[in-house]
Structures are given as structure tokens and as C-alpha cells.
T-cell receptor
């Protein structure tokens, strides 16, 4: 069975602080895809990153960075120098290749609140 | 590219009526579309998977007779909530898959049943 756990329900920070969101997953598949999505108050899901399980290279994109540790089944996400516009719910998701239709298993989400 | 639209963006209907929500992939063909429901402060819950030209596959616990899904073409899927009740009030989100690992989400439809 697939499972994605985002233990942090809400994180509140002051602008310019760094924020790290935790994501731990469970899967029996040896290959899979991991995703992070952002859902601002408007409701639309915004794709942030996709990572193949074969690719453990960590990535930095602007103020965003991701730390994929296959050994600990974690795919954490960091926002550096947070801004008010980063306030949103962030979802981690798992897509096992065993599902040919590409269904996503979402975590519960972490609400990030950035105050000025 | 890879834009998915939903219509309407919000709808209010009376209890007992039916509501149709459209999901369109605007600039690509989507062989598979997904429908999710999201209650306030909760995660997305997959309701069903639809493939063009075939019957939708519903997740356990989702009433197929209540949530009718029609994937009429490679760019259009519709979700009809039949005989809606207040407990059906939710945020409905569709997504369209261009390739097996590329899934694009629509902006969502907020349904309120009074």
C-alpha cells in the first residue's frame, strides 16, 4: 500500500525565515515518482517539482530546494527567505508506476503561514 | 502549455438538483482524467479515474450513480452530481494526464448545495 505522511499540520513563520516541510512516504515499488504541489487560497494546485526515485540528486530552484533521501523514504522541501506569497497549503504526493493510470497519493498537506 | 480548465468555477444549487462540472484540457489531449474532492482543510481525495471512451473507475466508497462521469473526448470530461445534497458541498478538482507521470490540475469548482 502507498502512503504519504506530512506530519506538520501548520507552520507559521515571519517573512525571510526559512521553512522546511517534511514528507515521508511508504511504497513497495522500487521505482516511483514524488511530487510537491502548492495550493494557494485560490484553490488551484500549482506543480512545483517531480522527482523520479532513481534520481536522488537534490535540487535548488530559486528559493525552493528539495532533499530526497531514498534511504529514509523522505522528500523534504525548503523555502528559503520566505515571503508572504508563499502562504499556502503544500502537498507531497506519490505516484507509483504500478498504477498505469498514474493515480496520485496525496499527503494531508502542510499549511504555511508567512507573516510580514 | 498543459492548461486545464474547469467550468463553472463555483456553483450554488438547491438540494435535489443536479449539477454538471466540465473539465477541459485546452492544449493537449488527455487520455486519462481524474476527479478529486477536497473538503475544507483536508487533502485531495480521488473520486474516480476516467479514460476516453470507456467507463470511469470509481474509488471505494464513491457512489457511481451519484457522481456520473463522462469522458466524451480526449479533451473533455464531465462530472455530474445527481440529486445533490448539502453534504456534497465541496471543492471538486479535475486533472488531466498528458503522459503517465504528467498530471495537470484544473482550477477547481466550488459547489455549495443549499
Amino acid at each position: 500500500a502507498q502512503k504519504v505522511t506530512q506530519a506538520q499540520t501548520e507552520i507559521s513563520v515571519v517573512e525571510k525565515e526559512d521553512v522546511t516541510l517534511d514528507c515521508v512516504y511508504e511504497t513497495r515499488d522500487t521505482t516511483y515518482y514524488l511530487f510537491w504541489y502548492k495550493q494557494p487560497p485560490s484553490g488551484e494546485l500549482v506543480f512545483l517539482i517531480r522527482r523520479n526515485s532513481f534520481d536522488e540528486q537534490n535540487e535548488i530552484s530559486g528559493r525552493y530546494s528539495w532533499n530526497f533521501q531514498k534511504s529514509t523514504s523522505s522528500f523534504n522541501f525548503t523555502i528559503t527567505a520566505s515571503q508572504v506569497v508563499d502562504s499556502a497549503v503544500y502537498f507531497c504526493a506519490l505516484r507509483p508506476p504500478s498504477d498505469s493510470w498514474g493515480k496520485l497519493q496525496f499527503g494531508a498537506g502542510t499549511q504555511v503561514v508567512v507573516t510580514p | 502549455g498543459a492548461v486545464v480548465s474547469q467550468h463553472p468555477s463555483w456553483v450554488i444549487c438547491k438540494s435535489g438538483t443536479s449539477v454538471k462540472i466540465e473539465c477541459r484540457s485546452l492544449d493537449f489531449q488527455a487520455t486519462t482524467m481524474f476527479w478529486y474532492r477536497q473538503f475544507p482543510k483536508q487533502s485531495l481525495m480521488l473520486m474516480a479515474t476516467s479514460n476516453e471512451g470507456s467507463k470511469a473507475t470509481y474509488e471505494q466508497g464513491v457512489e457511481k450513480d451519484k457522481f456520473l462521469i463522462n469522458h466524451a473526448s480526449l479533451t473533455l470530461s464531465t462530472l455530474t452530481v445527481t440529486s445533490a445534497h448539502p453534504e456534497d458541498s465541496s471543492f471538486y478538482i479535475c486533472s488531466a494526464a498528458r503522459r503517465s507521470y504528467e498530471q495537470y490540475f484544473g482550477p477547481g469548482t466550488r459547489l455549495t448545495v443549499t
